[in-house]
């Protein structure tokens, strides 16, 4: 039974941070996409295109490596959590058959 309730509990945290990563790309590539098109707008009234254009590229490359890096995270928080997963049913299973 310990084994089995410390599995389910490792997974449910995996998932938490999954939802959690995801809620936060979303709402990371929400906020670029509502800069691009406040800085377009007022870009086209007061400046010009160039000036635009640049801004539009900095911040879809900016949303770009946000992402990566989020991935990045998620991946390793993953790896970890399976790592430490595998230790506590390990280390379960030991006190099960010293038990």
């Known amino acids: 039974m310990l084994i089995v309730e410390v599995v389910v509990e490792v997974e449910v945290e995996v998932v938490v941070v999954v939802v959690v ?12 996409v509502v800069v691009v098109i ?6 086209v009234v007061v400046v010009g295109v160039v000036v635009v254009v640049i801004v ?3 911040v879809a490359a900016a949303a770009v490596v946000v992402v990566i890096v989020v991935v990045i995270v998620v991946v390793v928080i993953i790896v970890v959590v399976v790592a430490v997963k595998v230790v506590v049913v390990a280390a379960a299973a030991a006190v099960v058959v010293v038990e």
Not at 21 to 32: D, H, N
Not at 38 to 43: E, F, L, P, Q
């Open 21 to 32: 990563v995801v809620v936060i790309v979303v709402v990371v590539v929400v906020v670029v």
């Open 56 to 58: 539009v590229v900095v």
């Open 38 to 43: 406040v800085v377009v707008v007022a870009g």
